[in-house]
């Protein structure tokens, strides 16, 4: 059994669609009136049909006042880090700190070099990675960054301004040196979806997670642990569907199951049908339950 014993939190994936903007506006609104804690956008720019994940957030946040907001996941390859420091440093200031920095080191190198990025693969991308963790930590917390390697060039620059609250480095990771590096030097791992990572194999990606943070004098209770799931919520849906696809009390179950039994902390949920709709009964039924029956487990131990 692996719980952190974490706070919850929940949030609910963007559509960045050019043509779905306007209904992708209207969730954000639905999901921060509904309490939830996280939007999170994916970043994918060399899709021709998506909008720019950094300036759907930025106009998501004027149309939204308390709920905080996630890339998920930033890529590196395309977004250099100290400027990305100071996209996400800016952005706070101008929101009282309502962002949050998924970040990874590019999975789709075709993809990247089609756009002019490097398109670094195996071990370079993972080096790249931990210096570009680096290079974001020093530029948020403000100092002066200087860094010359063979994956970056940067000469003194002076970061500012400062957000005026932490934004924490969450890495998006699926294989074992990646995830080595997200016990090393992230605030957190992202999971990619559960039909990309079964809960099954959770178990081994959460070990590496640890020992490697313990290796590094780290407490890995300190990390947050983000789980993508896809799925449809619903008795007309079971059977049918990407994910998890059931009624509501069989999401609550799994989601339980799934945070005291494989330690993750933060749920964000991909509707897989009928956006506005599945996000009212996971808002409404499917967190408030999860909430209320891990307190009671974690407070009968």
Do not use: C
Request: charged residues 20%; aromatic residues 6%; proline residues 7%.
């Amino acid at each position: 059994m692996t719980d952190y014993g974490r706070q919850l939190s929940f949030g609910v994936s963007l559509d960045p669609t050019a043509g779905a903007w306007a209904q992708t506006r209207r969730l954000a609104r639905t999901a921060e009136d509904s309490g939830l804690d996280h939007l999170a956008v994916q970043d994918h720019p060399y899709q021709p049909g998506h909008l720019d994940a950094w300036t759907l957030i930025t106009h998501l946040s004027a149309v939204t006042d308390r709920i905080s907001f996630l890339t998920d996941v930033a890529d590196l390859q395309l977004r250099p880090p100290v400027m990305l420091a100071k996209a996400a440093a800016s952005l706070s200031v101008l929101t009282d700190g309502r962002i949050q920095l998924g970040v990874g080191g590019g999975g789709i190198p075709d993809a990247i070099a089609s756009m002019g990025g490097p398109a670094r693969r195996g071990q370079d991308m993972v080096a790249f990675t931990e210096e570009s963790l680096g290079l974001l930590r020093t530029a948020l917390a403000g100092g002066v960054v200087q860094l010359h390697s063979p994956y970056h060039a940067v000469d003194g620059y002076r970061a500012g301004p400062l957000p005026p609250k932490p934004v924490e480095l969450w890495l998006g990771a699926q294989k074992p040196r990646m995830l080595a590096v997200t016990g090393r030097s992230a605030d957190g791992w992202i999971a990619p979806l559960n039909i990309y990572l079964p809960p099954r194999e959770v178990p081994s990606r959460q070990r590496i997670i640890d020992e490697a943070a313990t290796d590094a004098g780290r407490d890995p209770s300190t990390l947050r642990r983000v789980y993508n799931v896809i799925g449809v919520i619903g008795d007309h849906g079971h059977g049918s569907g990407p994910g998890l696809v059931g009624d509501g009390r069989r999401w609550v179950d799994t989601l339980t199951e799934w945070t005291v039994e494989l330690g993750f902390d933060t749920f964000v949920f991909w509707p897989a049908t009928d956006p506005e709709q599945q996000l009212a009964l996971f808002a409404d039924e499917v967190v408030p339950a999860v909430r209320e029956r891990v307190d009671t487990l974690r407070s009968g131990r």
